[in-house]
């Protein structure tokens, strides 16, 4: 009997530790920068991407295919974040835009300085020079990708 009582004991406490596990690896947040979010999101298969890194400016991203959509065959993909610490005032290039209702803020930095917080979504868009030689841009209509980090993503189209 009191080896019955012993073993139910143990396989007690070894199936708490296996849920705790589960459980803390479930709440776990994603850490890193939104750049880590999308080399997990490539190495996932999720989609393909192709980048540059510099030790000056971080890493950029050139080309993103999703679904068969690709961002990057037919101009430069402007990298937009609903963060506002991440809005570029310096170069003029910070113009604000609506999507859905949620404000969005064009970034002046490579997406391995963004910095992931819950929450965090990143559109991807075209722009054009609003007038040329002002480095004024703004969003194109077209296709679009909207990435919820970690590991959403969804294409979209700009009315």
Sequence with gaps: ?????????????????????????????????????????KDAGTIEMEYTESAEYGAWI???????????????????????????????MGNDYTYNGEEFYASNVGVSSIVFEEGMKILVVYTEEVEPGTYTYAVKKGPALLFTLPNGVEKTTID
């Design 1 to 41: 009997m009191r080896k019955i009582l012993t073993s139910l004991l143990i396989v007690a406490i070894l199936a708490t530790s296996v849920v705790c596990c589960v459980a803390c690896q479930k709440d776990k947040a994603f850490e890193g920068s939104a750049f880590d979010a999308f080399k997990a999101l």
């Design 62 to 92: 050139s080309k993103i295919t999703y679904d068969g959509l690709v961002m990057g065959d037919a101009g430069y993909p402007m990298i937009y974040v609903n963060n506002r610490k991440y809005r570029d005032e310096l170069q003029g």
